[in-house]
């Protein structure tokens, strides 16, 4: 009686490939699942945020923050343009909210006109913001920017509306914020830019 284990059964070709094809189906679903309601990556486009940000760069927004509180001061927020339209506001029916982030996701809902914009956050609902040759005042106290380019511009005051933002581009002269686009509606904020990944010789947060 022989001591050798029986033969293996041959794997079969369809199994092989059935396997793969669900593996592969099941990364799909979790990178579009993870863009959708965690970390979501994009390219810059302009010089609106230089120097803190450039041209080219690619950075991650997190997704996850705001849902636990709203922008704050300081924040370099990543929304859809334009911000008033039809295609930049999210339901605020739970229900369908799930399906239309993914259906934004695989570019099915929400096919905006241009890129989304990144801005940082320099007044929030309630306050009000006014700008003397381009200093800016938020609530009367003079905010304190080591990051933006100065320019001498004038704007305001205003007052921010209930569940909008006031945004900023940090290079001041060439921007197109919300002095000139209006308040932003936290509904179209996709994300905080939170991490630049590339390029790799500027690796890191941006501040």
């Known amino acids: 009686m022989s001591g050798a284990p029986p033969p293996k059964p041959k794997r079969s070709i369809w199994r092989t490939i059935l396997e793969f094809v669900v593996i592969f189906a099941i990364a ?6 993870v863009q959708a309601f965690f970390l979501r990556s994009f390219e810059v486009t302009s010089s609106s945020m230089y120097p803190t940000i450039k041209p080219g760069d690619r950075l991650i927004a997190d997704r996850y923050t705001f849902y636990f509180r709203k922008p704050h001061l300081g924040d ?6 334009p911000p008033d339209g039809p295609n930049s ?17 695989l570019h099915l809902t929400h096919r905006l006109d241009s890129p989304p914009f990144v801005k940082r956050v320099i007044a929030t609902e309630g306050q009000t913001v006014q700008v003397k040759n381009g200093t800016v005042y938020v ?6 920017e080591p990051y933006k380019v100065p320019d001498s511009s004038n704007f305001g005051p205003v007052t921010v509306p209930e569940g909008t933002l006031f945004c900023m581009g940090d290079n001041r002269p060439n921007s197109r914020d919300s002095r ?10 996709i994300g905080r ?11 890191g947060a941006p501040r």
Not at 76 to 81: K, S
Not at 193 to 203: D, G, H, L, Q, T
């Open 28 to 33: 799909v679903a979790v990178a579009v699942l």
């Open 76 to 81: 370099i927020v990543v929304f859809r343009y």
């Open 89 to 105: 506001l999210n339901t605020k029916n739970l229900w369908y909210w799930p399906f239309e982030q993914i259906g934004e996701i």
């Open 139 to 144: 609530n009367g106290k003079a905010l304190k």
């Open 180 to 189: 000139y686009i209006g308040f932003i509606p936290i509904r179209s904020v």
């Open 193 to 203: 830019a939170v991490f630049r990944f590339w390029p790799f010789s500027r690796f």
